[in-house]
């Protein structure tokens, strides 16, 4: 009884506040969540990767590998997506991303930090940075077929990740006054970022509720298969592996729909939308199945 306690405590936040997201985006179908997405961007991602990583006392080794595992964990995603898109007869390139780019900011990470503390979050912030570094880098490059490398420049996520490894590799600890400020930037992130799913699910449509589906299967279904795969190949344990765990498992992520937007023609774009929809949908039901086992085996 007491893990489906804490299992309810886990994830009742996350969802309640995509509720609250929801709920507002079908009483105002019109709202603007530009703002939000301006405010992630630029201040709450970097605040929550700094503020995740610096205050959890995750080492630079612990973060190193993680970030590793994570990276072996994406090609293990993108040679899935590959398949699933070539059987489906759709763009294996542009189509990629929503396979291998899962919702491990906006939504893993509110949910490994209910589960495991700031410790959890900390592991979720270094695979996060791997996801945010990918968005800006591979994720542009697969929607538009170009790479721009002044994109990663003007990131001010790539430079709060280099921020952050410098700190961790020379052991310097950051002064109070900067974490409460990236707390209080990154908290309000989770929040807003939550409710702006929310919102989302509101107004992107299912095009193709087949392809969909099977897409959405390839993220949240065989995603947490590989996770689990790459726990036993590594033998991790603790926390740390149940973090890994809870992160492959997450839908895909909203940011993989909007670069879509700004690069890809119409019909991957509705696509990319379509899986969106749906896989996070699904998680409703797949990430607590996800989340029990990781708080049961990696306590």
């Known amino acids: 009884m007491e893990l489906y306690i804490k299992l309810f405590e886990v994830l009742f936040p996350v969802f309640f506040i995509v509720g609250i997201g929801y709920f507002l985006g079908k009483k105002s179908p019109k709202i603007d969540t530009k703002f939000i997405t301006n405010y992630s961007a630029n201040f709450g991602t970097p605040a929550l990767i700094i503020f995740g990583v610096m205050s959890s006392g995750v080492t630079y080794s612990m973060f190193a590998n ?3 595992y994570w990276l072996i964990a994406m090609f293990v995603f993108g040679a899935v997506g590959i398949i699933f ?11 990629l991303p929503p396979f291998i780019l899962p919702n491990t900011g906006n939504m893993g990470i509110p949910i490994c930090l209910f589960a495991y503390g700031v410790s959890g979050m900390g592991i979720a912030a270094a695979i996060s940075a791997v996801i945010v570094l990918l968005h800006f880098t591979l994720n542009i490059f697969l929607a538009s077929k170009k790479f721009d490398v002044m994109i990663i420049a003007k990131s001010p996520s790539f430079y709060a990740i280099l921020i952050t490894v410098i ?32 919102i989302a699910l509101t107004q992107l449509k299912v095009f193709s509720l087949k392809h969909s589906i099977i897409s959405s299967i390839g993220r949240v279904i065989i995603g947490p298969i590989v996770g689990f795969i790459i726990i036993k190949l590594f033998n991790l344990t603790g926390y740390a592996a149940g973090v890994l765990l809870i992160q492959s498992s997450m839908p895909s992520a909203i940011l993989t729909y909007l670069i879509a937007s700004m690069y890809s023609p119409k019909k991957v774009i509705d696509s990319i939308a379509s899986t969106v929809v749906v896989s996070t949908l699904m998680s ?4 607590p199945i996800t989340v029990f086992i990781a708080l049961k085996y990696f306590a």
Not at 169 to 189: E, K, Q, R, S
Not at 284 to 287: G, N, Q, S
């Open 66 to 68: 993680y970030f590793i």
């Open 85 to 95: 898109l070539i059987l489906m007869k759709k763009d294996y390139f542009m189509e």
């Open 167 to 198: 700190f961790l590799y020379f052991d310097i600890g950051a002064p109070t006054f900067v974490l409460n400020t990236v707390m209080l930037l990154g908290y309000a992130m989770i929040v807003l970022i939550l409710m702006s799913l929310g």
């Open 284 to 287: 409703i039901i797949t990430v």
